[in-house]
């Protein structure tokens, strides 16, 4: 970032202005702004960070000129990777290309996603597939909407006839609402009879070339209600669906303690249940799983210097302890629930900010580690350092605030010896 509009920023930084921030969201993410001291701005063009919806990039981003300094929070086409068709999409095609070119390893590592339909396109092929597994359950997902809004289970092709006429759903009709169809994955792993998923956050700061940041700390979400595949309860929501905007609408729900358990406390039950081996090596395929998602966008992916993207992933464990994509958020809730979620959240954001380094705090390098985040790829694997019997930081201990003081020192002393070489 060496052009004269960035000298200009940088200097009226110097000057003992602040950075002007532009968003609709009023909640952890304006906290973060306004605890960094930065300064709200309402213009839709003159700000330093932008933290837009999808909408406003869909409907704005196209059109604006963005000076060197500037970041936004999402590339131009990230749906490429978080609406769900265009997931599958990519990552069949990644899979189908690696097997076309008889790197079959490769491709077995894209065996993290459940078999899936696009309807009404692959009506016919989905049938076909139905009726290879009779009587397993399937579960239906519009691609446009999110926080469990109408997705549904079914496990006989009569129950989503009548549903088909009501949407006029037909392969040839391009006005038919488009859904994904999965095979529901029936042995997800347990605790304490219920069924969990896990959001696991990455920030991507670069697609060419590709660095991917996994953060250590997330959570388990849990439904309230125990567990169970009986075909009489396959519409209940409560408790096949994890989202915790469905939860928050079931009878009895404790909204002192939430439905969420922290990404390492929920290590530690694992460890405590299936002992540090396994534990490690489930953490260590999520963290392969999100490198391989990305690598599956990474050629389709606009790529803009001035953007960077926060995906929440959402991964669901089986009782195997395999990890499977559910899918990855664009937009991930920043709303907190409880206070230990807003501290979650609170400590994340800002920590996507001093690695956004609008301030060029950090001289451009690009770290290993920052705050909650660890870099996991740079133009391929970064080999991290072992924590003791564990090969992935995830879910491990995050001092991310004597992290920050270390790194802020560290760049202090570099330049300091850089003016004294002067």
Known sequence: MSSSSNSK????????????????????????????????????????VCWADTGWIREYFDTMHLEAHQRINHFRNHYELTRKDAMVKNLKRTQRQLQREERHDEAKKYDFFPTTYVLPSDYGLFVEEFKLHAGAIWIMKPIGKAQGKGIFLFNKLSQITDWKKDHRWKADNPQAETYVVSKYIENPLLVGGKKFDLRIYVLVTSYMPLQIY???????????????????????????????????????????????????????????????????????????????????????????????????????????????????????????????????KFGLLDDVYTLVDVEAKLGGAVEECVGGFDLIWNNGPVKQEKQSCYTTKLGCFDDRVRQLKKLHKTHAKRLAAQQQGH
């Not at 930084?13 to 973060?32: Q, S």
């Not at 260590?284 to 790529?303: C, D, G, N, R, T």
């Open 214 to 344: 996994l953060y250590r700390s997330g959570f388990g979400r849990f439904s309230g209600s125990r567990y169970n595949t009986n075909a009489k309860n396959l519409g209940d929501n409560y408790v096949h669906l994890t989202n915790a905007a469905v939860q928050k609408t079931a009878p009895g729900y404790d909204a002192g303690q939430g439905c969420k358990w922290p990404l390492r406390n929920l290590k530690l039950y694992l460890i405590g249940k299936f002992g540090i081996a396994a534990t490690d090596r489930l953490f260590k395929e999520i963290e392969e799983l999100v490198i391989y998602s990305l690598l599956s966008v990474q050629k389709v992916m606009i790529h803009d210097k001035h953007c960077f993207e926060l995906y929440g992933y959402d991964i669901l464990i089986d009782d195997a302890l395999k990890p499977w994509l559910v899918e990855v958020n664009a937009s991930p809730s920043l709303t907190a629930d409880t206070p230990q979620d807003y501290e979650l």
């Open 9 to 48: 920023f940088l200097d009226r930084l110097a000057n003992g202005a602040t950075v002007r921030f532009r968003t609709t969201f009023h909640n952890t993410i304006y906290d973060v702004f306004r605890a960094r001291g930065w300064r709200e701005t309402e213009s839709d063009t003159d700000w330093d």
